[in-house]
DNA sequence: TATTGTTATACTCTATAACTATA
DNA sequence: TATAGTTATAGAGTATAACAATA
């Protein structure tokens, strides 16, 4: 049951919605719909990481490292669109958790080379489980692998 | 010239991205695709309203008014998924522009009913060609229409 | 008692400037 | 001079508790 398979340019659906509100117009906005879509999966996701007490980042940095040991810190704060600054303070608690290591590198010793350590493999491996699962319910919502292909293609072309 | 030595335990695509880390398993994550895409498209936005001052919430709000004029605070605030002690602050700046107005209601005298003025809908109207363009390059972007219609219907299913 | 709007507060995320140590 | 990491700080956004007015 989807009232939406129609472009809706000028006519106007009665999209009355349960808090008995007018959201017609604003759901015209791309960007609406993208946000509330993207707060609905982080919670999900942190729910279903609630009990690991990790946050979305985290988990990002840990998955990047598996396949990037030694990557500088500032090539990995960029990949992940977080501020050189900002991702001291994520790479910190991860140190602290002892799942990641900064090493000087020898060739150049300003840079750190972040290593995932094994514990951070031991407590990932306990992850991705967690993580699959998430990932399928998603999969069901969105109501099959070449649905959610298709999503995925579509958000690529938003990203510069 | 990647030197990182990385463990190949499952058959990975060659995910080489312009830094040259391998992203392939942290882009499997269908939240970090969606925020990454949200991010771009609330820049695009600001970019777009940057000579207006204009907040996508205070938009929003704007947008939501023209159709439901004299809707409750909260019931504002609850539709655009903000609690509404963090609305107050959002009505106040409003309020302040001169482009809503809150009013006690006579029928209930706790609830402030919320009037977009005729200030507000001038001005609505000065923005509503920056949006549209705005939401045609997004379309352009996606690939047309029927891309647009596809994202939405997706991403409405990712939404509770 | 319960609800609406409000205030106060804290915590996260993000953005910017400036410092240090290296190059 | 320039770069990588760091520190400090300020601004958003968000979450929670408590209060006054009203129901």
Do not use: C
């Not at 799942?99 to 840079?111: A, I, N, P």
């Not at 999969?139 to 070449?146: C, E, I, M, S, V």
């Amino acid at each position: 049951m989807n009232s939406h398979n129609m472009p809706t340019d000028s006519i106007a659906e009665p999209a009355e919605a349960s808090d008995g509100l007018d959201h017609s117009m604003i759901e015209d906005a791309v960007g609406y719909r993208l946000r509330r879509a993207q707060l609905s999966v982080f919670q999900a996701f942190n729910e279903a990481f609630s009990s690991k007490g990790l946050r979305p980042t985290d988990f990002a940095v840990l998955l990047l490292l598996t396949r990037n040991q030694g990557a500088k810190q500032s090539e990995v704060a960029e990949a992940l669109g977080i501020q050189r600054a900002n991702f001291v303070a994520i790479v910190d608690g991860l140190e602290a958790k002892g799942f990641v290591e900064r090493r000087k590198s020898e060739l150049d010793r300003r840079v750190q080379s972040l290593h995932i350590t094994d514990a951070g493999l031991t407590y990932l491996n306990e992850l991705m489980p967690i993580w699959q699962e998430h990932e399928e319910r998603l999969l069901a919502r969105l109501g099959g692998r070449q649905a959610r292909d298709q999503l995925i293609t579509l958000l690529d072309r938003l990203y510069d």
